[in-house]
């Protein structure tokens, strides 16, 4: 969460592979009942990722 304080995308200002490949660990967090709710950061990032073209849910 600290580290995407200051930045929208985990490392280059644009979304990169490195996103990409993050994102369906940390999306399936809450099914390990690990809640995001105390990673704003996270939870914005993952509204950006969401807002993607080409972005399909996991089903």
Same mark, same amino acid.
């Given at each position: 969460?600290?580290?995407?304080?200051?930045? *929208?995308?985990? *490392?280059?200002?644009?979304?990169?592979?490195?996103?990409?490949?993050?994102?369906?660990?940390?999306?399936?967090?809450?099914?390990?009942?690990?809640?995001?709710?105390?990673?704003?950061?996270?939870?914005?990032?993952?509204?950006?990722?969401?807002?993607?073209?080409?972005?399909?849910?996991?089903?």
């Amino acid at each position: 969460d600290n580290h995407l304080s200051d930045r *929208e995308w985990l *490392e280059l200002d644009h979304p990169t592979i490195a996103d990409i490949a993050c994102f369906p660990y940390v999306s399936l967090s809450p099914d390990g009942k690990i809640s995001l709710d105390a990673y704003p950061n996270v939870l914005s990032w993952m509204e950006r990722i969401k807002q993607l073209p080409g972005y399909v849910a996991i089903a």
